[in-house]
């Protein structure tokens, strides 16, 4: 080791101190210029409570999974587009666990919080390579027991199985019905929030997954 | 001078560099134990402070748990009388008794708890801080709830929305949610007191009562008086503050240990890369005297390589201290009793200062011999021979 190098490995370290020092000590709190911007608050990410259930239930021959965090902020105008509406911003990013049989992918699974009639209700929806959907579940929710029955009932939750991002979600013509003959379901609204849910993860993965394969095409082509 | 304290101390890389790195931890770790120890006793006075409260009267039981837990919103399992908030109230000395039922609900299909709290309206009195992202800040009805920041965005509701307990089969209508606060309010559901003891089946029962006093200064008379209610037992914040520091501060002790061995470990690694640098560097310290470099001269040389070595130790331990503190903190918060909520590890430029003084202090004490010894040497040594 030469002299040099030990002056320069001080050097850095040094600089590295002080920078580090500047960052969090001098730099003051920076303010939105416009007082009229509000504070953004994210909710917390939604949490795959049950790996191992849904695993058995849609990848029997699961051996493993991997998380992936795929940032969509660059790709707002196609999302727009597809899921016809503003992204939110917690769709600036979307959590992908990558379900694998050692090294051949099997598919994913996404969890999604959506907005119903009682509280959240937490979504997962297992999905093949090809984009389509192999399963949905309902991991967590507050529903009280009629409308859980009906937004739980296998029937219910089948008729999304096939689906892909391009597919229509509506209640009772694309998927069954959760009125009752006997009055008009309470479930309705919990179940539409979940189809709209459904449906916005799928956009969301087929649109971080076409930018995946956009950009293999692209290093193809200038490898 | 300079030009050589560098050259000396660039001529035998390894060992600068082995000596320099035992200063950058030693100096990481005091900077981190110090910074935790400060940000820990500044958060808990924070949380405490915040909470309004002088006192708790919490059931039989160990004291300092049950009000920890209580502060922190987490249930106990034996509960107080309801008759005990009415004691509490005719107590001359008592401003504020504000009564807390607080129910863990776990969901085990979801692997997630609810935390419910019933309050009265005194509860507002004790949180003036509380301040309503939207809606309102208290229940027009038995039915209403109140949501931290936290449970409205994972439960998704607003003022108005409908909000299902299922353990509790009931059905109840978000009155407000509140404004971040950074405590544990923001994962609670809070309920009129009634409500909460009819709907969790504790009816004339309570968690804890909250108590602020007319005076804190008759915090032990009212406390020597409320000790006498049945199944009850009175914890001072005061206390309960003295406790925790005091558990914090026999870890402190042993880890100001471990920091001044460290510090020693430091200061013997200079003593002893300058003491092995004058000694293979006798004879060219002895031509420098013997070409007119006064005794003086070869001590600050010395001293100024023990400094140099030192300060830039000094400066890689700030950088490692910014770097391993989150981690360092989030470990120590998982044994602490009380974790104060926030960041606890606050790395001030006054610690800085202090720390990197220190290690400049010790680094040039440990350099004195190894200067002296080479200050004395004499100039005919460099005409000798090899």
Known sequence: ?223 | MIRLIFRSVTSRPLRSILTFAGIAIGTAVLICLIAFGEGYRHGLQRELDRSGVQMMLVPLGCPYDAAARVLRNNTLETALPEAALRATREDPAVAVAAPLLIAAVPHRNDKRTDLWVGIDETALLLKPWWTVKSGNRWFATSNEVVLGADVAAVEMRAPGDKLFSPEANCEFRVAGVLNRSGTSDDSVFFIPLATAQSVFGRTGTLTAIAIRLKDPALAREAAARLQRIPGAQVVTVTEMMGTFLNLIGAVRTLVLALAAIAIVVSALTVFNTLLSAVIERTRELAVLRAIGASRAQIFLLLIGEALLLTLFGALAGIALAFGSGSWIEATAKGWLPLAPSGVLLSISPHIIIRCSLLALLVGAIAALYPAWRASMLQPAIATKSE
């Not at chain 1, 370290?13 to 969090?24: E, M, Y």
């Not at chain 1, 999604?112 to 937490?122: D, N, P, Q, S, T």
């Not at chain 1, 959760?178 to 993860?201: H, L």
């Open chain 1, 1 to 223: 080791m030469t002299r040099r190098t030990l002056l320069l490995a001080v050097l850095v370290i040094a600089g590295a101190a002080a920078l580090v020092v500047r960052s969090r000590v001098a730099i003051p709190e920076l303010k939105p210029r416009a007082q009229s911007i509000s504070e953004i608050e994210l909710a917390p990410i939604c949490p795959w409570r049950e790996p191992r259930r849904d695993l058995t239930l849609f990848f029997p021959g699961a051996t493993n999974y991997t998380r992936e965090t795929r940032i969509l902020s660059g790709k707002r105008v196609e999302l727009q587009q597809q899921l016809g509406r503003f992204p939110t911003a917690e769709e600036n990013a979307l959590l992908i666990h990558r379900i694998t049989n050692n090294a051949q992918a099997l598919g994913a699974v996404l969890v999604r919080r959506v907005k119903g009639e009682h509280g959240g209700i937490e979504v997962v929806t297992a999905i093949e390579p090809n984009g389509a959907i192999r399963g949905v579940a309902i991991q967590s929710h507050r529903e009280p027991e009629p409308i859980a029955r009906e937004i739980r009932a296998t029937n219910w939750l089948a008729a999304f199985v096939g689906k892909n991002s391009h597919a229509a979600f509506r209640l009772g013509e694309d998927l069954l019905e959760v009125t009752s003959a006997a009055k008009p379901s309470a479930a309705k609204p919990s179940a539409q929030a979940i189809a709209d849910g459904v449906r916005s993860e799928l956009i969301l993965f087929a649109v971080a997954e076409e930018a995946d394969q956009a950009g293999h095409a692209h290093h193809q082509k200038h490898p």
